[in-house]
């Protein structure tokens, strides 16, 4: 950030930054499951949370509020993953930083919408 505290890189966004931890996250759930699942599940399961932060990204860098929007909501919608190799409390730690993204990015999505209007 700068120093009258706007944000100047998407890395200063609170969306992003909680999004990075979800990543973090899962790198360190996804060493946990099955060898038998190392190059599919593994690798699908990252990439959609990776997609997240990338999205994030990405729209921060656009200009126009409707392609800002547009990828706020595919980071949205990377959210989902069925997981099944994971204990109730790592399912728990995962699933509350998960909602934390999405509320962030909800926000993202209407602050966007009433620059838009």
């Known amino acids: ?9 998407f890395t200063d966004l609170d ?9 973090l996250n899962i790198y360190r759930l996804v060493e946990k499951f099955p ?5 599919i599940l593994n690798s699908q399961i990252i990439r959609a949370v990776i997609s997240i932060t990338s999205n994030l990204a990405e729209g921060f860098g656009r200009r126009g509020i409707k392609e ?7 980071a949205q919608s990377s959210l989902t993953e069925d997981v099944y190799y994971i204990n109730n409390i790592e399912f728990n730690k995962v699933w509350d930083q998960t909602i934390i993204v999405h509320k962030l990015i909800s926000g993202l ?9």
């Open 35 to 39: 060898k038998k699942e190392q190059f």
């Open 15 to 23: 969306t992003w930054k909680e999004a990075h931890k979800l990543v």
């Open 109 to 117: 999505i209407r602050s966007m919408k009433r620059i838009k209007s």
């Open 68 to 74: 800002k929007i547009q990828f706020y909501y595919l």
């Open 1 to 9: 950030m700068n120093e009258a505290g706007k944000i100047k890189f």
